[in-house]
């Protein structure tokens, strides 16, 4: 070779060059609330719920979940727009009372933690605790 640069050298460039930093967003999403409200199913979500009831009595030997929904996508699919307005219809009422639980869980957000809640641990660790003094008490007072 005259003075060029091996493959080797020109492949180990390149991919250095392409890498990208990991993203922040997957360390933010492992802190979620558990208090947060879930989000509400969509239309063929409340249609799935029904259609699986319906599918296992008609199929009671069948196991696989896969062969479930593929079934309830083409069963999904081939119903009318006037067929489909019951489950969006549900789908529409569940939306809106996600949207309320939402804005009073932002609403306690915003407030911020009470003041009364001094401690992590839980009622009834405090109340475990307090039997307990209760009896030490009650041993003092035999002698």
Request: aromatic share 6%.
């Amino acid at each position: 070779m005259k003075g060029g640069k091996s493959k080797a050298d020109t492949k180990s460039s390149k991919l250095a060059v392409n890498k990208k930093p990991a993203k922040a967003s997957k360390a933010a999403a492992a802190a979620k609330d558990p208090n947060k409200p879930k989000r509400p199913a969509s239309a063929f979500f409340v249609f799935m719920e029904d259609f699986r009831q319906t599918y296992k009595k008609e199929h009671p030997n069948n196991k696989s979940v896969a062969a479930v929904g593929k079934a309830g996508g083409e069963k999904w699919k081939s119903l009318s727009d006037t067929e489909k307005a019951p489950y969006v219809a549900k789908a529409d009422k569940r939306k809106v009372e996600y949207e309320k639980t939402m804005k009073a869980y932002n609403k306690k957000l915003e407030e911020g933690p009470k003041e009364d809640d001094e401690s992590d641990k839980s009622v009834s660790e405090v109340n475990d605790e307090d039997d307990a003094d209760d009896a030490s008490d009650e041993e003092e007072d035999d002698d």
